[in-house]
């Protein structure tokens, strides 16, 4: 399925129910946001610009700006434990390809090591929460380990396949730098056989190393 919405969550992102997931990395569109919620903030921490994104075959990237707040839907997964402080770029292909950035910055190490640690939990039992959520919808999570980066990256993948048909992959990672972290979503249609992993995992070391 081609899609050619470009807009603020990468054109998709992954569902949390079958509806909220139709709007999310391996589904549906998303409108880019409406001017007041889209307020650029500082370069700093920077963000990952589209050439640093996993390559797509057929199209290049895009990115939409840097904007206060949490991202709207929230991302699957991750999305409830964002808090107000956060700010996220979104970025998509001229098909069924998008990716987002999501960066919070902690008033302490340890409030960002925990936090972090939450994040990765969150991911760790993603795949047996939207199964609880929504009986049609099957959910396998995996583990790709750690990144030695900064203080340390961690990948996950994330498989979900709706009773009518629907295949979806994404690869969340989740690292940090000091009092900063940093979420990175890549999404498509498709299984975990086509998941770009290896370039993925180079795009996570990227992200973080561009923290500050």
Known sequence: MNIRARGILGIRGIRTTVAALAAAAGVAAVAVPAAAATAPVSAEPRFLEPADLPPHPASAWYAG????????PLPVCVGDALPSIATHRSYWTEFDTSAQQITVVERSERRAEDFAALLRRDLADCAKKLMEKDPDLTATGKNYGRLNVEEGAHVYGLH???????????????GRDGTTVTIVRWGQMGTFQHAQVADFKKTTVTAVNKLY
Not at 65 to 72: C, I, K, L, Q, S
Not at 161 to 174: H, Q, T
């Open 65 to 72: 700006p840097v904007t206060a707040g949490r991202p709207d």
């Open 160 to 174: 979900t396949a709706s009773a009518w048909g629907s295949s979806d992959i994404n690869l969340f990672s989740v």
